[in-house]
């Protein structure tokens, strides 16, 4: 996952951590409470959270007309 955000990253000359927010953001791990915003780690997601990421990689490479599959 990392490969591929540094990838997307490095093609649309968005810093990693950018991405990576971005990434987890459309995946659906972050969250806000009392005006802060949370994400959860990729290491303490699950499978399907996991398959999830994958999928907004995908997704954002897609829009950026990159071929991450």
């Known amino acids: ?12 000359g968005y810093t990693f951590e950018e991405v990576k927010l ?6 659906g791990l972050c969250f806000v ?3 802060t915003e949370y994400c959860k780690s990729f290491g303490k997601c ?14 954002i ?3 950026n007309g990159m071929q991450l599959r």
């Not at 996952?1 to 649309?12: D, G």
């Open 1 to 12: 996952i990392h490969a591929t955000i540094r990838e997307i990253a490095n093609e649309i």
């Open 22 to 27: 971005l990434v987890k953001r459309k995946s």
């Open 33 to 35: 409470k009392d005006g």
């Open 46 to 59: 699950d499978k399907e959270e996991l398959n999830l990421v994958i999928q907004a990689c995908i997704e």
């Open 61 to 63: 490479g897609d829009f």
